[in-house]
């Protein structure tokens, strides 16, 4: 079983804040407007929510514990139709030069040029933003999960990678009155895969990921 990760909650109370002080101010609603509820959902093309979307990575160090870290800012678009959610695409960008971590020395260390010209140990200073590109979407009976396949550039390489998906959410947002759909998700990559090896074996190769997105339907107004 795979660990669980704190991410996307850490993530999403500390991006959330700003709108829940808003809220607040102008009256806070009774009930939250997002239901995992399917049928509230409308066809059309939605545009991710950047300041609430998130991909939180985790990966083994040395063998005594995991670190992690976060990419927020995420942006794409999602096309939907609830009467035939298999035929769904979505596409994302992943800001990767904008990563976080608790500790600058690691930040440091992942954006740092290469030695004397060669190679640098992670992304480098100017890393190309990482981008997912779905290929294919298998939806569970009921359909609150799905498989989603797609290709994943990251570094320079793209790769198959399959996401397991929840659906979370489906409302109108009560600060923009955009329709908005939320989902969860995680896979597991392997680093090495992306030419990103350093440190391997000491420092893991397989690298958990987990994303929270939401999508705004922002054609409705």
Known sequence: MRKKTVIATIGAATLGL??????IAQGMPSEAPGRVDPTRIT??????DAAHSMVGWRI????????FGIFGDVEGTLELDPADPGQATVEVTIPVAS???????LR??????????????????EPAPARFASTAVKVSP??????VTGDLTLNGVTKPVTLETRFTGAGTAPQTEYETVGFEGRTTIRRSDFGLGFGVPMVGDDVELEFSVAFEKRDTQ
């Open 18 to 23: 700003a709108a829940t002080t808003t809220l």
């Open 60 to 67: 083994d160090h040395l063998g005594f514990n995991d670190y």
């Open 43 to 48: 066809g059309g093309t939605y545009q991710a």
């Open 142 to 147: 009921g359909g609150m999960t799905a498989e």
């Open 99 to 105: 990563v976080t971590v608790p500790s600058a020395g």
């Open 108 to 125: 440091e260390h992942l954006l740092r040029p290469g030695k004397d010209g060669g190679d640098p140990d992670f992304f480098g200073p």
